[in-house]
């Protein structure tokens, strides 16, 4: 089955620098890559995702690119906040397979003020 | 307003005593799924169904069982629960028409603890 990996596991950034995310995934169907924040407490949310038949997608400060020869995602975060403290979490998918989702292990980001 | 509920939200059990996780969601999703989050790895898929009296398992299915009679409620049941078996657990629910064909929206989740 799929196997999703996600790197670094904690990440400690101060405001207004970059944050990077990165992630691997071993089947080559896979063709759904969404991403998850989830704040301290909270229920994981989506905060953006991308199809296999695309390369990037920006949503405002976020950014997550995809490279399916390696078989590599990662998500981009700019100009970070506080607010953008959580834990992240990618994911992969085969859409044809349902809501079947495998997530990797999550990154703690904390955003320094 | 559209979401997906949870019940109990918090629960300390024994082991062996029965208990069953309540979920549902008023969005008439076709599909649901229950997950575990344990530290460091991060959300596995227990079981999904993909409508009525459709369910298969995800990748740690072993000491739970599910069941789908409904399309809203899909609970999750823990018929001999172990201290293994302590995490937190989430509910989530897609559509399968909808443009954000796999967005899943979770529960609140539902602590649990076996002593």
């Known amino acids: 089955g799929e196997n999703v990996e996600q790197h670094p596991s904690t990440l400690s950034v101060q405001e207004g620098d970059s944050a990077v995310i990165k992630c691997t995934y071993s089947d080559s169907a896979s063709n759904y890559f969404p991403w998850y924040k989830q704040e301290l407490g909270k229920r994981p949310q989506l905060i953006i995702d991308?199809?296999?038949?695309?390369g990037e997608k920006k949503d405002q400060r976020i950014a997550v690119t995809l490279n399916k020869t390696a078989k590599h995602f990662s998500l981009h975060i700019t100009e970070t906040q506080p607010e953008d403290s959580a834990v992240y979490f990618c994911a992969a998918s085969i859409r044809a397979a349902g809501n079947k989702l495998t997530f990797g292990g999550g990154t703690r980001v904390l955003v320094k003020p | 307003e559209a979401q997906v509920t949870q019940n109990p939200r918090y629960l300390i059990t024994v082991t062996g005593k029965k208990l069953t996780v309540t979920c549902s969601q008023n969005?008439?999703?076709?599909?649901m799924s229950w997950y575990r989050q344990d530290p460091g790895l991060g959300l596995r898929q227990i079981y999904y169904s993909m409508n009525v009296e459709v369910t298969d398992k995800g990748d740690v299915p072993e000491g739970y069982k599910v069941s789908r009679k409904e399309k809203r409620n899909f609970p999750l049941i823990l018929e001999s629960p172990s201290p293994n078996q302590t995490s937190l657990y989430f509910c989530?629910?897609?559509?399968?028409?909808?443009?954000?064909?796999?967005?899943?929206?979770f529960g609140p989740g539902t602590r649990l603890t076996v002593l």
């Open positions: 991308i199809r296999s038949n695309v």
């Open positions: 989530a629910s897609s559509s399968k028409t909808s443009r954000m064909y796999n967005e899943q929206f």
């Open positions: 969005m008439n999703h076709e599909y």
